[in-house]
């Protein structure tokens, strides 16, 4: 039934797509478009979330008589598809609904309306597909509509050059998806999800798997070192879907990992998990390093996307090592932690894409170099960014904190483990895991305070209005779900238990009955966390001291100029911009990671020159790693430039020699 | 009737820090101008401060904006909550399983945010210089700080402060390599979470070096009143935790009689009259750091945090 409502949703995007196609051009398409996108959203959302919460025990399946005549397309419904699809089309309900107002200064409708929609139904395709071939196809669908959407403003400087390199990045993922489909589906083709289930690959052929699946999942999620394309294809792209890729597309990718490895792949080795908890803890460090040397608001949310998925995937390694070995319950928090963290990162992070967005619709601007004060030109915006910044911080009460607080309850379990390199990894992941958070919140500290406190560092925010009512709407039902998710997360532990059933077969103790709505993830007397009561104690503390302040203290309020120490300065310039606040940061982690350098220029004393400052940083991970395959790939092109123009004769040579090889190849082989 | 009794020991400890609190801050003060061989102010001192100060008119900057004006409050709710949570003279405190240790640093995070925000609001050199300068510092000491957690919840098992002043007193405690590093690490967390000698000087604002006077140079009247006391109530919470944590001898545990509480609170009082002398010691002992050497200072906090965990990781097999 639900899985029936779905497919239905998925056909209605498909067609709201071709009519956008063939009215690209009047003004009411926009409308039309995001409106069904909303609806649609939302329908599938209800049944989704309904499917989860209710009779997510037994699993819906369909085939379709279309793909692969031998094959047909099939589609299944499950705990795991459920949970990501709601996910998925929470983002599409929040962002259709940002679209119908953010979507009216699109300059050219054309290049988004048709691509929207269809991306939609490419992600939920996805979740949904149950054997290989659908998988592969919906998931190249999704990468082309996205690679679509980032052309969307092909004129602007170096949006050409993300969407080729996203381009590149994303067919090669998809290839070493396909050859770890093919491995799974071993030499008889059995390509339909259930059979690969059956299957019990060789540990040789299941390390080969795992391998590939990093690379193809690995690449489209932004995991270190696969993320290059990230940052640069996620802000191209108009803002909502910003906020689709980095909220929820990257989450497709944990999904096909979670299918693969968790479903797919049989019984875990626990070295598995060890792989899986360096690169997801590389990711968490380096994602938020390079997001504290950004000063363009999106870009920066992009380099954060990295962080977080590296947080998803540390929670998702240590679930790999506890089931490894058969330590159950621990790998059901973990990957409870895991799962929750992409709940929450797609929440809070398309809340600050919107945000970012209607701070480019208000300014025109993404540099944050030229923002600032907008929080008195745009005040409602500043509280959702603000809520949203607090949420990505990992600060209590809101969402993020919890999930980052389970996935250290899961590291101190690890002490049980008995494989001396998880002794080992695990701590130094946990400090890796405690570095990110402390700098993401000096990273949003940045982000807010430079775009929208101070002073006005430029023109453009002369002229900035609060954001349309849409977009407003859409941000604050976000806020609204960080709160909740944050205060009374207990509900939302206990709808990911199914999920942990199924691919596990452990959960954790039913959060919601305890009292108070604490939640307890092991037991009493090791730890537990109350956001609500802790969010009722800070409010009442807060009003406790507002009051006393009001009571007995002058009510005297004087504005003047600022203080600063006697010296102000009336230029913007002299206050701090987002450089120049990260500059502690990069000096203490910069130099080493990003070989960052500084020159000074100081003129002698008496002379007329300006000062001059200059910055030199390199991105270790493309020089060392993509500057490389890139020389070779010229090289080998530029070579085999010469063969087009050979002579003929040269050609049938080449293709008699080919055939001679070949045939000797298979008689050695036999 | 045992939820009420519980009830008024937590409000007894909610009255307790709250009145410490300035008196923590006068007190280290005191032994600070007694080692310089002066007379220095007298102890309740920072409370006439402070009573001054809500009653003087408060000044804005132009610029300023709502954030500006709440987050003293925000700050003052949180460090208050945090304080509240971090067992004093009894353990077992009615909302102890509302936050673990995790939490009330996590807690500390959500106020030092608010403070830096509010460096920024204003758009002055200084402000910025503070807020940046305060969250390298956190970059390094928040998870130095939870190295800190990891190490001790290993050992108890529990990341509840209750069950680890339990463990401490308990008698399978012994001596540690791993508790004596932890100790270092969050004595220099300690200090350069709140701003004292050598990583910044609370006694000034008037160097460039400065980072939490820096960052709240704009506040004034009502405003800097709350923020003070929120300081204070900060540094006796570190005080709090190192006692619970590390000498939680004399804690009185819960439903304990009236005669345990009394002693809870005289050894508290001693505890903290110790550690005051003894960070007024080192303060007057040790010269203020250059900002960028600071990194060093916590860098070998998270190192010994991060050592004591992975000793302790290693040590535990199953």
């Known amino acids: 039934m639900a899985l029936t409502v779905l497919l239905s949703c998925v056909a209605v995007l498909l067609g709201t797509s071709a009519l956008a196609v063939a009215a690209a051009r009047r003004s009411v398409t926009t409308v039309f478009v995001y409106s069904v996108a909303l609806l649609v959203g939302a329908a599938a959302l209800a049944a989704a979330g309904a499917f989860l919460v209710t009779v997510a025990e037994s699993a819906e399946t369909m085939k379709l008589p279309i793909g692969l005549p031998w094959l047909g397309a099939h589609f299944r419904l499950d705990a795991l598809s459920a949970l990501f699809l709601v996910v998925i089309n929470l983002g599409s309900f929040t962002s259709s609904l940002y679209g119908l107002g953010y979507g009216r200064h699109e300059p050219s409708p054309g290049r988004v309306l048709p691509f929207f929609p269809a991306f939609l139904a490419g992600m939920n395709l996805v979740v949904l597909a149950n054997d290989a071939f659908t998988f592969l196809l919906t998931w190249e669908f999704m990468s082309l509509t996205s690679w679509a959407l980032v052309m969307a403003h092909h004129r602007e400087h170096g949006n050409a050059k993300a969407a080729y390199i996203y381009l590149v990045m994303a067919s090669f993922g998809t290839l070493a998806l396909l050859l770890a489909f093919g491995l799974l589906a071993g030499p008889d083709g059995g390509y339909a999800f259930d059979a690969m289930r059956s299957a019990a690959p060789s540990p040789g052929l299941s390390a080969a798997v795992l391998a590939l699946v990093l690379i193809g999942a690995g690449s489209k999620a932004g995991l270190v070192p696969l993320h290059v394309w990230l940052p640069l294809a996620h802000p191209a792209a108009p803002s909502h879907v910003s906020a689709l890729m980095s909220g929820v597309m990257t989450k497709v990718a944990v999904y096909g990992f979670v299918r693969i490895v968790f479903d797919l792949l049989g019984p875990p080795q626990w070295w598995w998990g060890a792989v899986v908890l360096m690169l997801g803890g590389i990711s968490a460090v380096l994602g938020v390093l390079y997001a504290l040397m950004q000063h363009d608001l999106k870009r920066l949310l992009a380099y954060h996307t990295v962080e977080n998925i590296g947080i998803i995937f540390i929670g998702l390694g240590l679930a790999l090592a506890f089931q490894g070995n058969a330590m159950r319950t621990a790998a059901a928090l973990a990957l409870t932690a895991a799962l929750f963290h992409v709940f929450n990162h797609s929440v809070f992070k398309s809340l600050l894409f919107f945000g970012a967005g209607a701070v480019l619709g208000a300014t025109g601007e993404r540099d944050m170099e030229r923002l600032g004060g907008l929080i008195h030109r745009m005040p409602l915006t500043a509280i959702a960014f603000l809520a949203g910044s607090t949420a990505i911080s990992a600060l209590p009460p809101f969402n993020g904190f919890v999930s980052e607080w389970l996935t250290f309850q899961a590291i101190l379990l690890s002490p049980q483990l008995p494989q001396w390199l998880l002794k080992f990894l695990v701590p130094a992941v946990g400090a890796m895991l405690a570095l990110s958070a402390a700098l993401a919140a000096g990273c949003f500290v940045k982000a807010f305070g430079a775009t929208f406190l101070g002073r006005a560092r430029s023109s453009v925010t002369q002229s900035a209005q609060e954001t349309d009512a849409y977009s407003l709407a859409a941000m604050f039902i976000l806020v609204l779900l960080c709160l909740i998710a944050g205060i009374l997360p207990g509900y939302f532990i206990d709808a990911l238990a199914p999920v942990t059933r199924q691919l596990l077969d452990a959960q954790l103790p039913l959060q919601a009955q305890l009292k108070w709505l604490t939640i307890v993830p092991i037991a009493a007397d090791r730890s537990s966390y109350n956001g609500l009561l802790l969010f009722v104690l800070v409010a009442t503390a807060g009003w406790f001291g507002a009051y006393v302040i009001h009571r007995w203290a002058s009510h005297a309020l004087r504005r003047s100029a600022a203080w600063d120490c006697g010296f102000p300065d009336a230029s913007p310039a002299t206050q701090y911009t987002a450089g120049s606040f990260a500059q502690p940061i990069r000096r203490v982690f910069g130099t080493l990671v990003f070989r960052a350098r500084e020159q000074v220029y100081m003129p002698a004393p008496g002379q007329t020159q300006p000062a001059q400052f200059h910055l030199s940083m390199r991105d270790l991970v493309w020089d060392y790693l993509y500057a490389p395959v890139e020389g070779v790939v010229g090289f080998v092109a530029d070579h085999l430039n010469k063969v087009q123009s050979w002579t003929i004769r040269a050609y049938l040579s080449l293709v008699f020699s080919s055939v001679v090889l070949l045939l000797m190849v298979l008689a050695v082989w036999h | ?318």
């Open chain 2, 1 to 318: 009737m045992a939820l009420i009794y519980d009830a008024l020991v937590q409000s007894a400890q909610l009255a307790l820090v709250l009145a410490l609190a300035p008196l923590l801050t006068g007190y280290i003060r005191k032994i600070k101008a007694q080692l310089l061989r002066r007379r220095g102010p007298p102890l309740l001192q920072p409370y006439r401060d402070l009573l001054k100060l809500i009653r003087k008119e408060a000044v804005l900057a132009e610029n300023a904006s709502w954030i500006f004006r709440t987050a003293p409050y925000l700050i003052f709710a949180t460090t208050l909550t945090a304080a509240a949570l971090v067992p004093t003279f009894a353990t077992g405190l009615v909302f102890s399983s509302a936050a673990d240790l995790i939490a009330i640093v996590a807690l500390l995070g959500t106020a030092r945010f608010a403070l830096a925000l509010a460096g920024l609001d204003v758009g002055t050199s200084f402000g910025g210089i503070g807020a940046s300068r305060e969250m390298m510092i956190a970059s390094l000491a928040e998870p130095a700080m939870l190295m800190i957690v990891f190490t001790l919840s290993l050992l108890a098992g529990s990341t509840q402060l209750s069950s680890v002043a339990a463990f401490v007193q308990g008698p399978e405690v012994g001596l540690r390599v791993s508790l004596a590093m932890a100790l270092v690490a969050l004595v220099i967390v300690a200090i350069a979470e709140n701003a004292r000698i050598p990583v910044d000087n609370p006694a000034t604002h008037l160097e460039l070096t400065m980072v939490h006077e820096a960052m709240i140079l704009e506040y004034s009247g009502r405003h800097l009143a709350v923020i003070e006391a929120a300081a204070s109530l900060k540094l006796l919470l570190y005080f709090s935790l190192i006692g619970c944590m590390f000498t939680p001898w004399g804690l009185a545990t819960a439903g304990a009689g009236f005669v345990a509480y009394a002693i809870g609170a005289v050894s508290y009082v001693a505890k903290l009259a110790a550690g005051g002398f003894l960070l007024a010691v080192f303060e007057t002992a040790t010269a203020k750091m250059r900002v960028f050497r600071v990194s060093d200072f916590l860098g070998a906090a998270l190192m010994l945090g991060l050592l004591g965990a992975l000793l302790l990781f290693v040590s535990q097999s199953a």
